[in-house]
């Protein structure tokens, strides 16, 4: 099938760690892990990412960008003819593959040198799965699966990439105030400069007070001064 990525093309890789990682924190840990495996992310590949609870470790499973289809998505259909309300391993080439919880779960590669019985036994005590919850699955059978690729992708892809959107939206805030700043003092610089100098002394000299008492002073000097007599 084209744009389909066999399970042998995808690269595996796992962190083991103490307790789950707070959601918040996950993108900043597993970047700071790959930097300490000296694995460099490159922009062509995407990243499935569990946390496999019961081996307390991080799986992430590296797909090239180009394929838009996984061969283990096919294993979708015969999870649902089994019972998927349990936990179910597939067995298939030399990997095993989990399903939990109704989606992919775990996937790992089969030493060669193991036996059946010690998978067996790995599964059961680590995942509980018993035989019951054991298929063995071929090629012939698995692919009679793949017109479910036509309905939808049921895998889900984890974003490494840091959310820059609130910095986005902070800068846009900072840059508008600073616009409405600018205008703001623009605008009082342009006034019209047309207040004159309030001149107190002009005005004082203008309006300057004169007294009653000085005004009649003046006018008995003058009576006096031409000899005239004040009528009564």
């Not at 990682?21 to 495996?37: A, G, H, Q, R, V």
């Not at 919880?101 to 680590?126: A, V, W």
């Not at 203008?206 to 009564?232: C, H, M, V």
Request: net charge negative; aromatic share 18%; hydrophobic share 40%.
């Amino acid at each position: 099938m084209k744009n389909l990525c066999t399970v042998e093309e995808l690269e595996i890789v796992e962190i083991e760690i103490d307790e789950e990682i707070e959601k918040k924190n996950l993108k900043d840990f597993i970047s700071t892990s790959l930097k300490l495996k000296n694995i460099n992310l490159p922009k062509n590949k995407k990243i499935i990412l569990n946390y496999i609870e019961e081996l307390k470790t991080y799986q992430l499973i590296l797909v090239e960008i180009e394929f838009k289809y996984l061969e283990i998505e096919l294993f979708y259909k015969l999870y649902e003819q089994n019972n998927k309300n349990e936990t179910i391993a597939f067995l298939y080439k030399n990997y095993f593959l989990i399903f939990k919880n109704d989606k992919f779960y775990y996937l790992q590669r089969i030493e060669e040198n193991i036996q059946s019985i010690e998978l067996l036994n790995y599964l059961n005590k680590n995942f509980e799965i018993d035989i019951h919850n054991f298929i063995s699955v071929n090629s012939e059978d698995l692919y009679l699966k793949d017109d479910l690729l036509n309905d939808k992708n049921y895998i889900e892809y984890f974003n490494l990439k840091k959310s820059y959107s609130f910095f986005i939206y902070i800068t846009y805030l900072i840059f508008l105030l600073l616009i409405f700043i600018y205008f703001y003092f623009n605008q009082n610089e342009n006034l019209p400069q047309n207040i004159q100098t309030f001149d107190s002394s002009s005005l004082e000299k203008e309006y300057k007070f004169n007294s009653f008492e000085e005004k009649s002073r003046k006018i008995i000097f003058k009576i006096y001064q031409n000899n005239l007599n004040l009528i009564t």
